[in-house]
């Protein structure tokens, strides 16, 4: 199982947070059945594309 979410931070910077579940019918001994994974992310996005000018 994913869930995320995603904010918009300025512009061109987000900031997210997901948490994934996994879950295993057959863990091994000693070892719990389900496994949790959390992500703080950061991202930046920008265009390098030009404005050309129209003649």
């Known amino acids: 199982m994913n869930n995320g979410v ?3 931070i300025l ?3 987000t900031s997210g947070f ?4 996994r879950y295993n019918h057959r863990p091994p ?3 719990t ?3 949790n ?3 703080l992310t ?4 920008f265009d390098t594309t030009r404005e ?3 003649a």
């Open 33 to 35: 059945n389900i496994d």
């Open 37 to 39: 994974l959390y992500l």
């Open 29 to 31: 001994v000693g070892k």
């Open 52 to 54: 050309r000018e129209v």
């Open 18 to 21: 997901q948490v994934t579940t």
């Open 6 to 8: 995603r904010f918009k």
């Open 42 to 45: 950061l991202g930046y996005a």
């Open 11 to 13: 512009d061109s910077l």
